[in-house]
């Protein structure tokens, strides 16, 4: 299979404070991988270090071949490969949905506002979204700014998409609808990295779920195997405890 992003030996640490120890592991193209684990155990981090907003403390980040934490490397061409969703929706309140997901095709990637407007109005209808175009993100529930933040990210047509716990901040109602979306992505054959605490996602929906514990990766497998017959004691114990609750 093609390795999309290939994460070796990563580290991460916040002063004497370290979150990331010695992180393997790799996405393949087409292929939806799912971290788990609880809070604190560094899968937020690890998403941040992949797209860069958090500068890893050491390792290599494999992006099509190229360590892209080499100097000579353009950190902001790669930035662009990545689609990234986040717990809050990040949205510009003073633009409309349309605009919103037009302004970074037009300011980034210098698309015209006549191209940039018909690539949003695409991923706005994938999303659910396209009656909505002249509405302000006050106006909207969350989990329909949680799909306008969805189709603006598809709109700059990145490789992967990284979701940080998309579903975190959303009223219990809302969540389906985000997942639904998520998971007709992922049916589409998109590349998708996703924190999540939604377990019956993770078991649906990835192709391989990856177990995060105190800064390590402590199991990773087919979801099957992970959620069915998971070999570490922690795994087992962390699925216990929230699959229980």
């Known amino acids: 299979m093609e390795k999309v992003i290939e994460i070796k030996h990563l580290n991460k640490s916040f002063g004497a404070h370290e979150v990331l120890k010695d992180i393997d592991f790799s996405v393949n193209k087409g292929e939806v991988v799912c971290i788990i684990g609880s809070s604190g155990s560094g899968k937020s981090t690890l998403l941040r270090c992949v797209n ?3 500068k890893p403390s050491g390792g290599e980040i494999i992006y099509n071949g190229e360590n892209i934490l080499d100097d000579k490397h353009d950190v902001y061409a790669y930035r662009t490969k990545l689609g990234m969703v986040f717990q809050q929706f990040n949205l510009f309140n ?5 605009s919103n997901c037009t302004v970074g095709q037009m300011k980034v990637l210098k698309r015209s ?3 940039a407007e018909k690539i949003a109005m695409k991923y706005l209808k994938i999303v659910g979204m396209d009656q909505y175009i002249h509405a302000k993100p006050k106006q909207l ?7 306008v933040a969805i189709a603006r990210a598809l709109s700059m047509e990145p490789d992967v998409m990284l979701f940080d716990e998309p579903t975190s901040a959303l009223d219990p109602e809302m969540v389906g609808e985000v997942l639904k979306v998520m998971k007709e992505l992922a049916d589409s054959g998109l590349t998708m990295l996703v924190v999540t605490h939604e377990m019956g996602f993770a078991k649906e929906v990835s192709d391989r779920v990856v177990f995060m514990d105190k800064g390590v990766i402590a199991e990773e497998g087919r979801p099957e195997d992970i959620f069915n017959a998971p070999k570490e004691q922690r795994t087992k114990e962390f699925l216990k405890r929230v699959l229980e609750a």
């Open 52 to 54: 860069l907003l958090e």
């Open 94 to 98: 003073n633009h409309d949905v349309l």
């Open 113 to 115: 506002k006549e191209e």
């Open 141 to 147: 529930s969350g989990g329909q700014k949680q799909r």
